[in-house]
């Protein structure tokens, strides 16, 4: 920790605040702000989470995938804390709206070769491939997905517009995704944004956790009281 920092804001990262940071934070009184997705299933009073939680992503997904793209599902997941929560979620919902979990298979972060997954999807022949695929797994299963000849849509509540900037465009053409934001809403107000954003940071992409990471600025500033105008140790 950063002698006299107040605040910290976390970068994407598989591995959440646990009870070393948290204690930590405690004991140094210091604020953290989470902006990427998380599990949920935990509070704690010096950490602000503004990315979303699988509930929130998959409450309406899930049962909109059963309607319009099929039945039965494959799970494929980076191997770590929010797939595994993810994916109790995508169970749950799936018993409710009658639609079955036929394979899921947990990966190392960063792996590469997704062979056993691909002769398991081939065997079982899914309506739906659900991947929670992060880093750099993503589009080395995709790649491999779609060279394979499968046809099955791939649906995620974590491929976002900065994985699909690094993959060529025909890994992705079957891909149905849901964020709390997407970059393309066509309104009056995003529109501005993305001008605004883009003039200022200089990106192309911008993805559902950088949005958040730029809201969340908004949400410390206005926290602070109004007669502090450069607060220190940020």
């Keep these: 920790m ?10 994407p990262n598989p591995v959440l605040p646990g009870p070393p940071i948290s204690d930590k934070l405690e004991e140094e009184d210091i604020l953290l702000i989470y902006p990427t997705l998380y599990e949920g299933n935990e509070a704690n009073r010096w950490v602000f989470y503004t ?73 079982l022949k899914p309506d739906i491939i659900f991947s929670t695929l992060v880093g750099d797994s993503v589009a080395a299963f995709y790649k491999q997905f779609y060279r394979s000849g499968f046809k ?29 934001y997407f970059s393309s809403i066509q309104t009056k107000e995003n529109r501005a944004f993305v001008r605004h954003f883009q003039a200022e940071y200089h990106s192309n992409v911008i993805s559902s956790v950088m949005e958040n990471a730029y809201n969340s600025i908004y949400l410390l500033f206005n926290g602070f009281p109004k007669e502090v105008s450069h607060p220190q140790g940020m």
């Design 2 to 11: 950063t002698q006299g920092c107040k605040c910290y804001f976390q970068a």
């Design 51 to 123: 990315g979303a939680t699988p509930n929130q992503q998959l409450q309406f997904f899930i049962p909109w995938i059963i309607t319009n793209l099929g039945r039965t599902f494959y799970l494929i997941s980076s191997d770590y804390v929010f797939p595994r929560e993810t994916n109790k979620h995508i169970k749950k919902l799936s018993k409710e709206y009658y639609a079955e979990i036929l394979g899921e298979s947990y990966y190392p972060l960063g792996s590469q070769d997704f062979e056993p997954a691909l002769l398991e999807i081939s065997r």
């Design 152 to 180: 099955q849509p791939i649906c995620s509540p974590i491929t976002a517009e900065t994985e699909i900037h690094a993959m060529r465009s025909d890994y992705h053409l079957n891909l149905y995704s849901s964020f709390p």
